[in-house]
């Protein structure tokens, strides 16, 4: 542990005694302390987004198609723009093609009015469909508006060469 050598010298001066300190056991002490705090605190832990994953007895129709009066169609665009509409293929026109902002009570009254107006509201369905240009935080301030319109039905598509052609022609 520690030692301590001393030396005797004649003469009229006083004796030094160097000491020597052994830190092996103090590196172990270290070691165990480190230890000890690595595996007791709690480490940061990652933000996850609650998506609303349908059940395990869920029974699905792959080839029913949607009617247009039953569902919301939101593209997320470039430069914080997005665009909704509820058209089909052959109705969608620029005209048709309306902007929003992502204001949570705006998005909520444009699902609001769709829903109200949808001949079969147990099979409403919001769509949202990010082009190549949006970005990663536009998409979550848009899950984020579904989840405060508290609709749970909803996807997340490709867009349409149909509406990238109306949309490109919006944006231009």
């Known amino acids: 542990m520690a030692e301590v050598i001393i ?6 001066k006083q004796n030094k005694k160097p000491i020597k300190i052994d830190m092996t056991p103090m590196v ?5 302390l480190l230890m000890f705090f ?8 990652p933000n996850v987004m609650d998506l609303g994953l349908p059940g395990k007895n869920t029974v699905y129709e792959p080839h029913n198609v949607i009617d247009y ?11 914080n723009r997005i ?3 509820q058209s089909s293929k052959e109705d969608l026109t620029e005209a048709g ?5 992502y204001n949570g009570l705006n998005v909520s009254k444009i699902i609001s009015n769709a829903y109200e107006k949808a001949p079969r509201k147990e099979i409403f369905t919001i769509i949202v469909k990010p082009t190549d240009d949006a970005n990663y935080k536009n998409f979550v ?6 989840s405060i319109s508290k609709k749970e039905r909803y996807g ?7 509406e990238k052609k109306v949309y490109e022609n919006l944006i231009k």
């Open 83 to 85: 665009f909704y509409h």
């Open 7 to 12: 030396k005797e010298k004649s003469g009229g």
């Open 141 to 146: 301030d848009m899950m984020d508006n579904i």
């Open 156 to 162: 997340i598509s490709d867009i349409k060469p149909w």
């Open 69 to 79: 009066r039953n569902q919301i169609t939101f593209i997320i665009g470039e430069n």
């Open 28 to 32: 172990d002490l270290n070691f165990l």
């Open 38 to 45: 690595m595996f007791t605190s709690s480490f940061t832990k």
């Open 97 to 101: 093609l309306k902007e929003t902002d």
